[in-house]
């Protein structure tokens, strides 16, 4: 059994300080006042124009640009991601799956829980000896999973009757693709203080990246 930690990948290009992304959503929301006269090539006027259009709520605009991020998390929290309806997912799958093979090392991969467990409001202030006993039986559990699951496909069954022994913290891959619109929303949901602590684990870095790589968009968003 292989226990890896939570991760994401940008998969679409940005350029060099946002500023192209900036000027093709200046470039499709002038049309909306004709004040295409006003864009400057050096991205200053998309700065102001995007900022104000993300300040008056107009945010239909920003619909016409996408991004696509590759996550690699826990079925768990997948479950989660997948509710945003506006996105398109391509998702792991564990009925075709089958991790006894040599490509998967034989063995099942989980998604460390540690994380999950210091960003949890409550269990963060539990005594450090009582966390060990708590993390301590997730990999037993973790253990029995992988050892039921690869006994079963010995055994004959098919990878989609197999998976069934599973847990929630089997690693999967994800990527979603949204647009600028949705993914706000996204941020404003999985990086709140309430949300679950395993996607805040992914989605607030992911956010922290964005903030630096593409500006006003989601600057006003707060982690």
Not at 73 to 78: A, E, K, L, N, P
Request: glycine share 4%; proline share 3%; aromatic share 8%.
């Amino acid at each position: 059994m292989k226990v890896i930690k939570p991760t994401y990948e940008i998969l679409t290009d940005i350029s060099n300080g946002g500023i192209e992304e900036l000027q093709f959503i200046e470039k499709i929301g002038r049309v909306c006042y004709k004040s295409e006269d006003r864009i400057t090539p050096d991205g200053e006027s998309a700065k102001k124009f995007v900022k104000m259009l993300i300040n008056h709520g107009h945010e239909a605009m920003i619909e016409h640009s996408t991004l696509s991020v590759m996550f690699t998390i826990d079925r768990g929290v997948s479950h989660e991601a997948v509710r945003h309806r506006l996105s398109s997912f391509a998702q792991e799958s564990t009925r075709y799956v089958n991790y006894s093979k040599d490509k998967f090392g034989s063995e099942i991969c989980v998604i460390d829980l540690e994380g999950g467990m210091l960003l949890d409001k409550k269990m963060s202030q539990m005594d450090a000896d009582v966390l060990g006993s708590i993390y301590s039986e997730w990999l037993l559990a973790m253990s029995d999973a992988e050892q039921h699951y690869m006994n079963m496909i010995e055994l004959g069954a098919t990878p989609q009757i197999a998976r069934s022994v599973l847990p929630n913290s089997t690693r999967t891959a994800l990527t979603i693709t949204a647009n600028y619109r949705e993914w706000r929303n996204i941020f404003r949901l999985r990086t709140a203080l309430d949300a679950h602590p395993q996607i805040r684990e992914v989605m607030t870095p992911l956010l922290q990246e964005l903030k630096e790589k593409i500006p006003i968009i989601f600057d006003d968003i707060e982690i």
